[in-house]
T-cell receptor, first 113, second 112 residues
Framework: DAGVTQSPTHLIKTRGQQVTLRCSPKSGHDTVSWYQQALGQGPQFIFQYYEEEERQRGNFPDRFSGHQFPNYSSELNVNALLLGDSALYLC????????????FGSGTRLTVV | GEDVEQSLFLSVREGDSSVINCTYTDSSSTYLYWYKQEPGAGLQLLTY?????DMKQDQRLTVLLNKKDKHLSLRIADTQTGDSAIYFCAETSYSSASKIIFGSGTRLSIRP
């Protein structure tokens, strides 16, 4: 049984560009959350999607947006990239609000130059 | 506000016990967690404790919760080289049930 799959694994972008990261949740999970983990820091909550809608959002600017598709997969979009957006982006899936059952993917390492 | 703090590094001898400590500020925390992150990998949930408990044991892992002092600890008995990783303390609360608040992580190093 595949867990959470994220793509790509690594990405290098130039400041000012836009990026899209993708996440396929674990089978049976319908909720997807995105986290940003800067180097040497703990993950920070970006937002959560359930039933194709953003249910809760952390303290991130509007440059960060997302989408959830009918098959529960999700995308994270970041516009006007800044050097400070360089981080590991983690996707986690769960069944509805079951934070105990969170399964994390291995992440996408984004480097902005 | 919500904040979780933990020390950055811990070095222990193989076979000894490791104790990783954490403090948090949110008095409405419901669940408190310990996650493990190995290089190049995502986060693995090691164990969790509900806020109305003060201790939980799971094989080599013992979690202690002092709700009065908002202090959480993780004890790993008989520490092995495979336990080398970064350990994150985290919490959720009634007010923000969908998101997990993480500490900055404690890097556990095992010496022979």
């Amino acid at each position: 049984d595949a867990g959470v799959t994220q793509s790509p694994t690594h990405l290098i972008k130039t400041r000012g560009q836009q990026v899209t990261l993708r996440c396929s949740p674990k089978s049976g999970h319908d909720t997807v959350s995105w986290y940003q983990q800067a180097l040497g820091q703990g993950p920070q909550f970006i937002f959560q999607y359930y039933e194709e809608e953003e249910r809760q959002r952390g303290n991130f600017p509007d440059r960060f947006s997302g989408h959830q598709f009918p098959n529960y997969s999700s995308e994270l979009n970041v516009n006007a990239l800044l050097l400070g957006d360089s981080a590991l982006y983690l996707c986690a899936s769960s069944q509805d609000r079951a934070v105990i059952g969170y399964t994390f993917g291995s992440g996408t390492r984004l480097t902005v130059v | 506000g919500e904040d979780v703090e933990q020390s950055l590094f811990l070095s222990v001898r193989e076979g000894d016990s490791s104790v990783i400590n954490c403090t948090y500020t949110d008095s409405s925390s419901t669940y408190l967690y310990w996650y493990k992150q190995e290089p190049g990998a995502g986060l693995q949930l090691l164990t969790y404790i509900f806020s109305n408990m003060d201790m939980k044991q799971d094989q080599r892992l013992t979690v202690l919760l002092n709700k009065k002092d908002k202090h959480l600890s993780l004890r790993i008995a008989d520490t092995q080289t495979g336990d080398s990783a970064i350990y994150f303390c985290a919490e959720t609360s009634y007010s923000s049930a969908s998101k997990i608040i993480f500490g900055s992580g404690t890097r556990l190093s095992i010496r022979p």
